[in-house]
């Protein structure tokens, strides 16, 4: 496991336990960062599963004619 962060990495302020972000400056945290990223993947393949069940409908109804 990675280390719990301590201090902003822009401006080195000692961070909050489980901040998201600095008091200070407002950059987001390691913690948040990879939260955020995870997040997208999480929409992305949502995203992909609609467009596949689109896909999907569409040929059922293009076949069924
Ligand atoms: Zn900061």
Do not use: H, S
């Not at 896909?55 to 293009?62: Q, T």
């Amino acid at each position: 496991m990675e280390r719990v962060q301590v201090a902003c990495d822009n401006c080195g302020t000692e961070l909050v336990p489980n901040a998201a972000y600095c008091e200070k400056c407002g950059a987001r945290t390691r913690r948040a960062r990879r939260l955020v990223r995870l997040a997208i993947r999480v929409e992305l393949v949502f995203f992909l599963l609609i467009v596949a069940m689109v896909a999907a409908f569409v040929w059922i109804y293009a076949a069924q004619k």
